[in-house]
T-cell receptor, first 112, second 113 residues
Framework: AQSVTQLDSQVPVFEEAPVELRCNYS??????LFWYVQYPNQGLQLLLK??????LVKGINGFEAEFNKSQTSFHLRKPSVHISDTAEYFC??????????FGDGTTLTVKP | DVKVTQSSRYLVKRTGEKVFLECVQD?????MFWYRQDPGLGLRLIYF???????EKGDIPEGYSVSREKKERFSLILESASTNQTSMYLC????????????FGQGTRLTVV
């Protein structure tokens, strides 16, 4: 079985400040790690993913995430946020069988 | 541009009605999923399908059924809608390739009154 814990349900931050959204996971099988973003009244879309190789992955809109196997974490970061980054962010694990488990989501609010 | 299309963005139904939510994908994906999204609870899997006419229960299947008669279409059915099924419903699809991301529809916000 897999589980995903997003450690912060809400993260308020000022524009141009750095941000980190935290994600821990557990799994009894090998998984792939994803971050998705959901803008208001829309479906989810892929931000970035880790499959293998370099533990630092870069995604769209200047986001990046680091896979830490020993801590079973996959935290999302951005060095300088914009108002337009206000959205809900979901961490997820996908198994080889194609099944996904999502975290409860983190609402990022960027204030001017 | 790849697409997952849900038939309705907003629906209002009465308690006890039979409700159909339709989802169509144009990417020839084998896997299709129905999720329910509620504030603070993230995405919870209702049902999924790995192939035509195949279905498996997810984490919260009670009160729902599904149908997959064609590869591109996956329908979610609420046999007798209840107010506690008021929610956002999201459809997603993936190919049978490990490590591929899920592609989501825009969501259907269902209100049962």
């Amino acid at each position: 079985a897999q589980s995903v814990t997003q450690l912060d349900s809400q993260v308020p931050v000022f524009e141009e400040a750095p941000v980190e959204l935290r994600c821990n996971y557990s799994s009894s099988v090998s998984v792939y790690l994803f971050w998705y973003v959901q803008y208001p009244n829309q479906g989810l879309q892929l931000l970035l993913k880790y499959l293998s190789g370099s533990t630092l992955v870069k995604g769209i809109n200047g986001f990046e995430a680091e896979f830490n196997k020993s801590q079973t974490s996959f935290h999302l970061r951005k060095p300088s946020v914009h108002i337009s980054d206000t959205a809900e962010y979901f961490c997820a694990v996908h198994t080889n069988a194609g099944k996904s488990t999502f975290g409860d989501g983190t609402t990022l609010t960027v204030k001017p | 541009d790849v697409k997952v299309t849900q038939s309705s963005r907003y629906l209002v139904k009465r308690t006890g009605e039979k409700v159909f939510l339709e989802c169509v994908q144009d990417m020839d994906h084998e896997n299709m999923f129905w999720y329910r999204q509620d504030p603070g609870l993230g995405l919870r899997l209702i049902y999924f399908s790995y192939d035509v006419k195949m279905k498996e229960k997810g984490d919260i299947p009670e009160g729902y059924s599904v149908s997959r008669e064609k590869k591109e279409r996956f329908s979610l059915i609420l046999e007798s809608a209840s107010t506690n099924q008021t929610s956002m419903y999201l459809c997603a699809s993936t190919p049978r390739v490990p490590g591929t991301e899920a592609f989501f529809g825009q969501g259907t916000r269902l209100t049962v009154v």
